[in-house]
């Protein structure tokens, strides 16, 4: 049924047409988020093929065409995949675990995933700095312990880099992944452990497939926002990591090239609107009636 339906000829007179009351409660949110995203949106698009002569895909050209901004996209597309890797691989067992915890257990687990969530990011990352630099409380752990002789230089390399962006990013999948736990009905594992199958079979061919949609929204958000992360790599590594935001703030702050930060911009949107529609091709074929 469309918001706005228009009456036909043999309609009563008076009565041309109606709108949908759902329509006008939705008037203001459409109205501010085309004020606010849409028509910013559309004048950063516009920037990207617009020159000092007029239309041209200059940006483009100088992005794709350049070796050290090919490798940018790819650094930045890697270390988006690593991040979703590694929060994958700790997150799952911490989703399953806050499904099936009771009482004051889930209260606290609740907290642990939620509390982060209300910390500014770069209040996070400033942390993280403090805890990796060598008079933190890791390097004297180390040292304390007889790990290490002499303090480590964690900040500015790629493993504090990894470490930060999966403490930021982390709750982003826990929270999909235990939704869907939450959801499932644990019938379908009691009759899988009645025919036979053991707790191994019971996750690998019924449980893990079931909570596969979780799996990948939770993935797909934390792989968008770590290609768009930007806070995080320039407190914890700077320029020695360059990614797609770094260049595009770059662009804009530094080198007042609107063009070719326009451009990298809209480069990530498609990267975003790739990841939103590969998310939802996969999640559709997950559904054996394709709904």
Known sequence: MS???????????????????????????????????????????????????????????????????????????????????????????????????????????????FLPLTVSIIVKTFGLTIIFRREGILNWLLLKTGLVDAPIRFVFTELSLLIGMVNVFLPFLILPLYSVMRMLDQRYLDAAATLGASPFDSFRRVFLPLTMPGVIAGSSIVFALSVAAYVTPGLLIGERYMTMSMVMAKAFLNFRDYQLGSAMACIMLVIALAIVFLSSFLTRNLDPKGR
């Open 3 to 113: 918001t706005l339906s228009l009456r036909s000829a043999s309609a009563p007179a008076g009565r041309r047409f109606e709108i949908d009351p759902r329509f006008v409660m939705a008037l203001p949110g459409l109205a501010f988020m085309g004020l606010v995203f849409a028509f910013p949106l559309g004048l950063l698009m516009s920037k990207s093929v617009i020159g000092p002569d007029g239309f041209s895909l200059a940006g483009y050209g100088r992005i794709l065409g350049d070796a050290y901004y090919r490798g940018v996209i790819w650094d930045s597309l890697t270390l988006a995949l690593r991040v979703t890797l590694i929060t994958l691989v700790l997150g799952y067992p911490a989703a399953y675990a806050l499904s099936r915890a009771k009482g004051a257990f889930q209260i606290m687990l609740f907290a642990l995933v």
